[in-house]
Nanobody, 124 residues
Framework: QVQLVESGGGLVQSGGSLRLSCAAS????????MGWFRQARGKEREFVGR????????YYADSVKGRCTISRDNAKNTIYLQMNSLKPEDTAVYYC?????????????????WGQGTQVTVSS
């Protein structure tokens, strides 16, 4: 069992930056690949990015590639999503999720554990 808690969301102007954090409970954090997803109002949840167990591999959605960076600190049981050059279309609730399997798994259905989400609002 893994419990996840996101933080760091807020209101930012277009072009600004935010860093989201996701803190995990449990001593098996390093055995999970971790993902970030987002869900805008009235839309389906979509993949943002994923980081492997060791942090050596990352995958990003085309919509955020070059603007977002995922990292993790297994000693702190935490992953991060650094978002730069934010756009109004990045406005959404952002979720972190844990996946016990390896690979470039991009579907939300493949993740076993989810946080409660943190709101990111980008004003134009």
């Amino acid at each position: 069992q893994v419990q996840l808690v996101e933080s760091g969301g807020g209101l930012v102007q277009s072009g600004g930056s935010l860093r989201l954090s996701c803190a995990a409970s449990g001593r098996t954090f390093s055995t999970y690949a971790m993902g970030w997803f987002r869900q805008a109002r009235g839309k389906e949840r979509e993949f943002v990015g994923r980081i492997s167990r060791s942090g050596g591999n990352t995958y990003y959605a085309d919509s955020v590639k070059g603007r977002c960076t995922i990292s993790r600190d297994n000693a702190k049981n935490t992953i991060y999503l650094q978002m730069n050059s934010l756009k109004p279309e990045d406005t959404a609730v952002y979720y972190c999720a844990a996946d016990p399997k390896v690979g470039s798994r991009l579907s939300s259905a493949q993740y076993d554990y989810w946080g409660q989400g943190t709101q990111v609002t980008v004003s134009s």
